[in-house]
Structures are given as C-alpha cells and as structure tokens.
C-alpha cells in the first residue's frame, strides 16, 4: 500500500510504540504526581498530542509495505 521499505516500517513502528509509552507515563504523571492544576492539564495535552501522533505514525504500519 504504501512505498516504504519493510526496515522503515519496522523503525517508524517503534517510534509509535515509544510515544504511545511516553504518553502513557506522561498521564500517569499529571495525574498522580503533579499538584498544580495549570501544569497537569499542560502535560495531560501533550501525552494526548503523543497518543494522536502514535496513532497516525500507525497507519502506515498497518497498511504494509508495497516492497516485496
């Protein structure tokens, strides 16, 4: 489906995968560990941007490479 190499793919799969743990520690943190208000809804929005990015990285992922 799409033209990029299976190695690419691979390497974009990881990026998506480490967002979606960065993202993951980052609501962890504004939950839990930050107290000021302003500052847990600042890091909430970027673990939420890093979600949407992870989910974008994957579509590529998903629809395989055009490589055989």
């Known amino acids: 489906m799409f033209d990029i190499s299976r190695m690419n793919l691979m390497w974009i ?4 995968l480490g967002a979606m743990a960065l993202a993951a520690v980052l609501i962890y943190v504004a ?13 909430s929005i970027v673990a939420w941007a890093l979600l949407i990015f ?5 579509i590529p992922v ?4 055009s490589h055989a």
């Open 13 to 16: 799969s990881f990026y998506s």
């Open 62 to 65: 998903l629809g395989g490479s």
């Open 31 to 43: 939950r839990y560990k930050i107290s000021s208000r302003p500052i847990s809804i600042i890091v």
């Open 54 to 58: 992870s989910f974008l990285l994957m």
